[in-house]
């Protein structure tokens, strides 16, 4: 089934900001990869929608708060397609309203480097290469939910002094962040 204005199911959509304020209008995208230009800087932020209704997950990207990128799944119906492209959050404050409605599952990703987390761990020492091969080896849940553990694991080490603190090749070869830290 063609969907409109001639999209292809499972391309990427993108949103051009217009004076900061990201078009209610997508502009759809013919190619599988699309990079915005302008309004680059931010933080990046990711968020998977999940449902029963649609098999595959639908990928949200924002960047410095506006949506950047929708990655639909093959398979949309014209339906489904019309009803995302109404409700997507197009600003991501927005996104936890759109998560209350009950349609998806929504999770979080945080879209962390390795340079990120070399710079948030702080401790830089060991073999970088290797610490960052660990990290790119990684699913991006596990590199989100190890940037959120370093905060508890540095707290638990201020309050453990006789307790060294992991090189971070140790720190992300044992999974450290799995650990609970009180």
């Keep these: 089934q063609t ?7 499972g391309r990427r959509t993108t949103y051009v900001p217009l004076g900061g304020v990201a078009q ?3 502009r759809i995208s013919h ?13 990046a932020m990711k968020y998977l929608l999940l449902s029963e209704k649609i098999q595959e997950k639908i990928t949200l990207n924002y960047v410095g708060g506006f949506l950047k ?3 639909f799944p093959q398979g949309l119906t014209e339906v489904q397609y ?7 959050p ?8 759109f998560a209350r409605s009950g349609n998806f599952q ?3 990703v945080g879209v962390y480097t390795f340079e990120d987390f070399w710079e948030f761990y702080g401790y830089k020492v ?11 080896s990684l699913t991006e849940v596990e590199q989100d939910r190890c940037m959120a553990s370093i905060v508890m694991y540095k707290r638990y080490l201020a309050q453990n002094p006789n307790i060294a603190q992991c090189y971070p090749e140790t720190y992300l070869s044992q999974k450290r962040w799995e650990n609970e830290y009180r």
């Design 24 to 26: 209610k209008r997508p």
């Design 106 to 108: 929504v999770y979080a």
């Design 31 to 43: 190619k599988k990869t699309h990079t915005l230009t302008g309004n680059g800087g931010g933080v």
């Design 126 to 136: 060991g073999k970088k290469e290797r610490a960052k091969k660990l990290w790119e």
């Design 69 to 71: 990128t929708i990655d």
């Design 90 to 97: 197009h600003h991501e404050a927005h996104v936890a309203v």
């Design 3 to 9: 969907l409109p204005h001639g999209c292809v199911a």
């Design 82 to 88: 019309n009803w995302f492209l109404k409700n997507v």
